[in-house]
């Protein structure tokens, strides 16, 4: 059985069970969250700013604004935290809604809308969604 990546404490607080290159896989994951959140270009871009309603070619510009504006926000957070050997609850929950965002866009941007596209993957691609699944898994059993 692997060893448990946050634990949640006594007093509340999350703690962080990463190594080196835990953090480092996070580090690029939450970046590329913040890149595609101000880049056009950023492949993940187009996965971000899609409408609440897909049968909408488009939302509500106040509803788009303030979903941009969470996603920027938490994405932040959590870069600024990533260091920190504990997190507050608003802290975790940046670090698990920016997991779930690239999660949602890696699976986007690669056409993996299905069981038979995720078997099919390449192994580097299956290997990066089964190790965000795996942080958000472990980071969502501390709630």
Same mark, same amino acid.
């Given at each position: 059985?692997?060893?448990?990546? /946050?634990?949640?404490?006594?007093?509340?607080?999350?703690?962080? *069970?990463?190594?080196?290159?835990?953090?480092?896989?996070?580090?690029?994951? /939450?970046?590329?969250?913040?890149?595609?959140?101000? #880049? @056009?270009?950023?492949? %993940?871009?187009?996965? &971000?700013?899609?409408?609440?309603?897909?049968?909408?070619? #488009?939302?509500?510009?106040?509803? $788009?604004?303030? *979903?941009?504006? !969470?996603?920027?926000?938490?994405?932040?957070?959590?870069?600024? $935290?990533?260091?920190?050997?504990?997190?507050?609850?608003?802290?975790? %929950?940046? %670090? @698990?809604?920016?997991?779930?965002?690239? &999660?949602?866009?890696?699976?986007?941007?690669?056409?993996?809308?299905?069981?038979?596209?995720?078997?099919?993957?390449?192994?580097? @691609?299956?290997? !990066?969604? *089964?190790?965000?699944?795996? /942080?958000?898994?472990?980071?969502?059993?501390? /709630?």
């Amino acid at each position: 059985m692997s060893a448990k990546l /946050f634990v949640r404490r006594r007093d509340g607080r999350i703690e962080v *069970r990463l190594n080196d290159a835990g953090r480092e896989v996070l580090h690029d994951t /939450f970046g590329r969250v913040v890149a595609a959140e101000r #880049d @056009l270009e950023h492949e %993940w871009h187009l996965s &971000l700013n899609s409408p609440i309603n897909p049968s909408n070619d #488009d939302d509500d510009p106040l509803s $788009t604004l303030a *979903r941009q504006n !969470e996603i920027a926000t938490n994405a932040e957070l959590a870069v600024m $935290t990533l260091n920190e050997q504990f997190l507050n609850d608003a802290e975790a %929950w940046a %670090w @698990l809604s920016t997991l779930q965002i690239a &999660l949602r866009s890696t699976a986007v941007a690669n056409g993996i809308l299905s069981d038979e596209k995720l078997e099919s993957a390449p192994p580097e @691609l299956l290997e !990066e969604i *089964r190790t965000i699944q795996q /942080f958000l898994f472990d980071l969502a059993a501390c /709630f």
